[in-house]
């Protein structure tokens, strides 16, 4: 009888627990957060829409006060960042916790605003529940604005690049974006309306394993004559915002070379396409290497923009070294060798 008591007990206990510590179970999802000295509190829940400050100053003390969450010490910034990956590492870095959101299967998604340099970039982390990064993405500035003719600064006309992101409970993340161009009064930081406009998203999924799935990039709106050349490079350059893991972006990006070959006349002599390819290399080099050295990918259309690739070959050479297939380094080494030193030209 007085174990059947003291059954009774732990089990009213456990249920009292439950119903009336509603705000320790949710805490427990973040757990990691307060096991670093981050109490996670109603301000740091991220909502379903992230946004920042239209910002287009280029004074850091001016634009970083108006940026909200919480400071980053250099302890905190080694456990929770860092090993996301060599790409966030920057000791520089004025680094703020934006906000996290319990995106299902144990899986923390942590935004970090990282304002080191003349820009800025929100940088989107997923965790487990011990606090092991699973995944990066890189969402660089939301708001951009630059000369449309930098040599001349008489001409005011400017690109403007705008966006925020949403989630929902699905686990769907969407990076909305709005480029267009326009005059600006620098003088008084006001913009005039716009002259063309063109609006994207870009939507993903966050799987099971934590990794941020790209499902596509679509225009939704436009206005005005569209620049089609300024506007595929600012969409190239948001192909960038993908997963640090997951293998698929490179069939992704691969198909993409269509996209972006069809939109650039064949005369134009330059494009910085060659130069997201390789900002893409940098972000995973085994992923990219791997990849590449599929049989089925070895003649693939993202292969013409690697080789023009010109720089770090004892760095891209001790990467190969490390791809456990025999065949793949093989023919990874051969490539790079067969390289030569001739500047970019239109002739890819």
Not at 72 to 83: E, S
Not at 277 to 304: D, H, T
Request: aromatic share 10%; hydrophobic share 40%; charged share 20%.
């Amino acid at each position: 009888m007085k174990s059947c008591f003291i059954s009774f007990t732990i089990i009213l206990a456990t249920l009292l627990a439950a119903c009336s510590g509603g705000g320790k179970a949710a805490g427990s999802q973040f757990g990691f957060m307060d096991s670093v000295g981050i109490s996670i509190d109603k301000d740091l829940l991220l909502g379903d829409t992230l946004t920042l400050p239209d910002i287009y100053c280029s004074d850091p003390s001016q634009r970083d006060a108006s940026i909200q969450g919480k400071r980053i010490n250099h302890d905190q910034y080694l456990a929770l960042i860092v090993p996301a990956g060599d790409v966030f590492h920057d000791e520089m870095g004025n680094w703020r916790l934006l906000g996290v959101r319990d995106m299902g299967d144990g899986i923390t998604l942590a935004a970090y605003y990282d304002g080191s340099g003349l820009g800025y970039s929100v940088d989107l982390i997923t965790y487990d529940r011990q606090g092991h990064a699973l995944d990066a993405i890189n969402a660089r500035e939301l708001h951009l604005l630059w000369r449309c003719d930098p040599s001349n600064i008489q001409d005011n006309s400017v690109f403007t690049l705008d966006g925020f992101l949403t989630f929902d409970a699905a686990g769907k993340m969407t990076l909305h974006r709005t480029m267009g161009m326009c005059m600006m009064d620098f003088e008084d930081d006001l913009k005039g309306d716009p002259q063309w406009q063109q609006q994207w998203e870009q939507t993903y999924v966050i799987d099971a394993k934590g990794q941020f799935v790209l499902q596509g990039q679509q225009v939704v709106k436009q206005q005005g004559q569209v620049d089609n050349y300024a506007a595929m490079d600012f969409r190239t350059w948001d192909m960038l915002v993908c997963s640090l893991h997951d293998p698929a972006i490179m069939d992704t990006w691969n198909e993409y070379c269509n996209v972006v070959e069809s939109s650039y006349d064949p005369e134009y002599e330059y494009s910085p396409f060659p130069l997201d390819v390789n900002e893409l290399y940098r972000m995973n080099p085994q992923r990219f290497l791997s990849w590449l050295s599929m049989p089925a990918n070895r003649n693939c259309r993202l292969l013409k923009y690697f080789k023009l690739r010109k720089k770090d070959h004892p760095a891209m050479l001790s990467e190969i070294a490390s791809i456990a297939d025999a065949d793949a380094r093989q023919w990874l080494t051969a490539l790079v060798g067969s390289w030569d030193d001739k500047p970019l030209t239109k002739h890819l």
